[in-house]
Nanobody
Framework: QVQLVESGGGLVQAGGSLRLSCAAS????????MGWFRQAAGKEREFVSY????????YYADSVKGRFTISRDNAKNTVYLQMNSLKPEDTAVYYC?????????????????WGQGTEVTVSS
């Protein structure tokens, strides 16, 4: 059974930092691309970032580029999202997701498995 468990969310002031973690089990982590999405209250879930399992390339939404960094540790079956210079508009529930695809990674339908989410609140 595949499980993705996010952690690291919390309340932080604008300009601060948080590091989210997503621990995966029940899958061959090194053969999965991993993504982060977020959903703010009253809005649709949106893409944040992904890291591909082959080639190691990363991609970011324009709204987080230069502030967020995605990384992965295949030995620990964990993907991270380092979030710096946080803004109130980054407030959302953050989800990690796993995919065997090498395409459509900016879209929800590109992912096979999802975590339950971790809440991030950025105060102004």
């Amino acid at each position: 059974q595949v499980q993705l468990v996010e952690s690291g969310g919390g309340l932080v002031q604008a300009g601060g930092s948080l590091r989210l973690s997503c621990a995966a089990s029940g899958l061959t982590f090194s053969r999965h691309s991993m993504g982060w999405f977020r959903q703010a209250a009253g809005k649709e879930r949106e893409f944040v970032s992904y890291t591909m399992w082959i080639g190691g390339s990363h991609y970011y939404a324009d709204s987080v580029k230069g502030r967020f960094t995605i990384s992965r540790d295949n030995a620990k079956n964990t993907v991270y999202l380092q979030m710096n210079s946080l803004k109130p508009e980054d407030t959302a529930v953050y989800y990690c997701a796993a995919s065997t695809s090498l395409t459509t990674l900016t879209m929800e339908r590109g992912y096979d498995h999802w975590g339950q989410g971790t809440e991030v609140t950025v105060s102004s």
